[in-house]
């Protein structure tokens, strides 16, 4: 009976994970640079299911050229929402090629859902008005590793 119970706990707790994680913001990822223009950015990338689901809730602040690019396995339509995001932001969702497909600005802590306007595999989130302050709009293309050539 005890190593039935001790199964069970144990698989609770890998369901749920560490209850920490739960409210703490991810700044460990892995990074990348992009380019847009002659505007750089480091990208932290969230390439996992997790990483992306967490995406960059609780953070209450990033620095000015700092975002986070989201990698899915398949071009599909991609909906995001900004339930315990803290700061407002923009997301470019982008074709294989780097090319913004659409921008949507994002208010924090909303449960409205914001999507790509066709199926993409990329989504870079950085703070609201950083594309716009630079003239980016869908049509510009973003350069970097990820991106096909």
């Known amino acids: 009976m005890k190593a039935l119970f001790t199964r069970l706990l144990a698989l609770c707790l890998f ?3 560490p209850a920490w994680s739960q409210d703490a913001p991810q700044t460990q990822l892995p990074r ?16 996992t ?3 992306r689901m967490v995406g960059l809730m609780h953070r209450q602040d990033m ?4 975002g986070m690019l ?4 398949q071009p599909a339509t991609q909906c995001f929402w900004m339930k315990n995001t803290l700061l407002p932001l923009t997301a470019a969702f982008l074709a294989d090629d780097g090319t913004i497909v659409n921008l949507v600005d994002m208010q924090p ?5 914001h999507c790509s306007a066709k199926p993409v595999r990329y989504v870079l989130e950085m703070h609201q008005g950083w594309f716009a302050k630079r003239g980016l ?13």
Not at 109 to 113: A, E, H, N, R, V
């Open 109 to 113: 802590q909303s449960l409205d859902s």
């Open 137 to 149: 709009k869908a049509g510009a293309r973003l350069s970097g590793p990820p991106f096909v050539k």
């Open 63 to 66: 620095p000015a050229n700092e």
């Open 32 to 47: 990348v640079s992009l380019s847009a223009g002659m505007h750089l950015i480091n990208a932290q990338v969230a390439s």
């Open 70 to 73: 989201f990698v899915f396995e």
């Open 15 to 17: 369901a749920t994970g």
């Open 49 to 51: 299911h997790t990483s």
